[in-house]
């Protein structure tokens, strides 16, 4: 009992610095999916505020810790570095936190909505790729996630009226313009 604890203590300690291949040995091992929740998500914040946020994903990601922690507060620095790989694993195997950071990117399409209010915050980060988060990539990733976690699109109001409005405009185009059609 407590020898185990703190074992677990001590390789919470060591696991965000070795290699991803180890994570699910150590975690087995030292059995961490029986330590305390709030133990390591305590861990897993304290990794995050240290910036440290790709190790604090995957940390929770292997734990299963994401449903109960802040979608949003997790992903953004990583949207942030262009790991929306990571990104889509951490909400992998929770619907509702599809459906949450769905509605997150979506309202970040909002027409009157400014990015740069999200990425300010972020602006030490290393590896920071703020052109990444312009509307058409958020757009583009949006219906990649709605196809691939089969996510009913009326979830995402913004960014389906801005794929009519485009297509509105390409067919104007066209027509007036062209006068092709």
Known sequence: GTKLKKLQARVLGILSQCPANLLDPLISIYQLHTADRNYLLGHVSHLYHNGDYKEAVMLSIKLKLQPDQDVEKMCTPLLLQDKTNLVEDYVGDYPELQSKL??????????????????????????????????????????????????????????????????????FYKRFVEKTM
């Not at 997150?104 to 909505?113: H, K, Q, S, V, Y």
């Not at 400014?114 to 988060?133: F, H, V």
């Open 102 to 171: 769905l509605q997150i990117l979506d309202t970040w399409c909002e027409p009157g909505f400014n990015i740069r209010d999200i990425t300010r915050q972020y602006q030490g980060l290393s590896r920071y790729k703020p052109e990444k988060l312009n509307r058409r990539t958020l757009s583009k990733l949006v219906f990649r996630l709605l196809d691939r976690f089969n996510v009913d699109p009326a979830l995402c109001p913004n960014v389906i009226n801005q794929r009519h409005l485009r297509t509105l405009n390409y067919l």
